[in-house]
């Protein structure tokens, strides 16, 4: 029979909802129960593409009498992180300060107070390597409530207090410098593999918010050291089992140094801010191997991720059907050189083994390869290789696909629809700015409610019961500002400002200028959650930033660049110490060193062709963080096109920085050099 699971939108949810153990949603009931029961709460965090959290939900969720005494002992709540990111990030605080580490599944005991006291992330259904069952974790934990509840209780409280404690040093409201931004270029170089291309050693995670700051960097300062590694990292990722080298795409992480080997989930962020990335890239250089990348990851996300309203869904399972009803991970992607051969016939088997780098050995496990493209000598024929990746996608396309995780997150979407917008503007693909103009729509019509507040998610057409948190609307109010831009709409900066509107109230401490994850009246949890740090996405806190700096360059809005301002503090404080883990920070760091520019484009119509050129030109501008207005003279959509004339009649481009403006321009070459380009 389900459990209370069965009535929650959320795919990870539902998948737990047959299990044994009689799970909660996280929810003031549930604690209630274990207040009434005198006892404590399991907290179980995860998400539905996390292969250690099915393989967990298998071994113990599943098992009737490890659920018996789960139900019998315990309250047990489960959560998907990427529902609750704020219930997430502060019992992940926890974890970290307890432990040192932490990761998903997270496995924590709590108070009926929600006070932590325990913690853990995968437990095996046996003792293995030094780790206890989870039985005996149960076992103990249930002792220790019962016969030491007192103490468990003392080091819950304590441990609740030490994390109000924690104060993040941001550096004060000062915005990063030169010399910020040159220790933070500094910082980076050190940690460069410069074999590999990336940072650090294996895992290793593809950096893109780190490239952004390195392209913006180069643009603003000429650096070729910076431009070098941000080339060298996307051409070695690119080239990389981390890339699907048939259907395009990134997978999460690479489990080596060498981009070889991916954990091979599928997630919308991962491959919205690659997107972005590689056509930035290929606007600073003109590389083809970028403008491929960039259009094949736009083309994965609308053709794999796109859903029947209109957005995008959160993720690809690593895991799926190897054909003989087990789930093993990479199964849909990986190939030996039999089934090359079976696909190919022998003479093709073997330009694609060579190709791809698919060996007898094998390079993942089984003897069987991720196809990558290894550099080596010779010239191989492009149609025979197209023909080659044809059959081999359509082959693979038999295969059990990898499962969907449907949600729609809404920072996730605005991640996709800057990236959609802007590939589409570079490379003349009205379908992908079509496709992010849907998913505006639906975030609009769905996730924002009548005072433009937003839902986290939805599913089905349907949104959740969990209220936005900072960076839903900083990155969806970064789609709508790149929307803007390329579409010459002006409604897409008008809401941008309503949802900034939010992040001015509900966010931003007034006294020192941080942000918060979550607003001022939403939930209250153990501790309000405030990270700055940007790690798989941009943090709420350095999104918001870049959002409050572009759409103040657009409306000369004085409270939105301060906020912009104060909140870059940290950015002074972090970039030089950590600056792999501050990227998209030091990005908009970038942008406000530069200006950012503010670029006017006019024309008598938007279709007039010298017109459009012009806007082309601008939107091809590698001076950082540059907004773009875009329409007809004495328009209203833009506050940049006001008192904007045409210039003898022609279409015309207007640029302004720190409060300084050239003089029009009705030449394309010479507004690119203004523009940096």
Known sequence: MPNRLAHETSPYLLQHADNPVDWWPWSGEAFEEARKRGVPVLLSIGYSSCHWCHVMAHESFEDPTTAGYLNEHFVSVKVDRE????????????????????????????????????????????????????????????????????????????????????????????????????????????????QRGGFGGAPKFPPSMVIEFLLRHHARTGSEGALQMARDTCERMARGGIYDQLGGGFARYSVDRDWVVPHFEKMLYDNALLCRVYAHLWRATGSELARRVAVETADFMVRELRTEEGGFASALDADSDDGTGRHVEGAYYVWTPEQLRDVLGPEEAELAAQYFGVTEEGTFEHGSSVLQLPQQEGVFDAERIASVRRRLLGERAERPAPGRDDKVVAAWNGLAIAALAETGAYFDRPDLVEAAVAAADLLVRLHMDEHAGLSRTSKDGHAGANAGVLEDYADVAEGFLALASVTGEGVWLEFAGLLLDHVLTRFVDPESGSLYDTAADAEKLIRRPQDPTDNATPSGWTAAAGALLAYAAHTGSEAHRTAAERALGVVRALGPRVPRFIGWGLAVAEAALDGPREVAVVGSSLADEAAKTLHRTALLGAAPGAVVAYGVPGSDEFPLLADRPLVNGAPAAYVCRNFTCDAPTTDPERLRVALGG
Request: proline residues 9%; hydrophobic residues 35%; glycine residues 10%.
């Open 83 to 194: 529902e609750r990111p704020d219930v997430d990030a502060v019992y992940m605080e926890a974890v970290q300060a307890a432990t040192g580490q932490g990761g998903w599944p997270m496995t924590v005991f709590l108070t009926p107070d929600a006070e932590p006291f325990y913690f853990g992330t995968y437990f095996p259904p046996a003792p293995r390597h030094g780790m206890p069952s989870f039985r005996q974790v149960l076992q103990g934990v249930r002792q220790a409530w019962e016969t030491r509840r007192e103490e468990v209780t003392d080091v819950a409280g304590k441990i609740v207090r030490d994390l109000a404690q924690r104060e993040i040093d941001y550096g004060g409201t000062q915005t990063p410098g030169e010399e910020e931004l040159a220790q933070a270029l500094l910082g980076l170089t050190r940690e460069y593999d410069p």
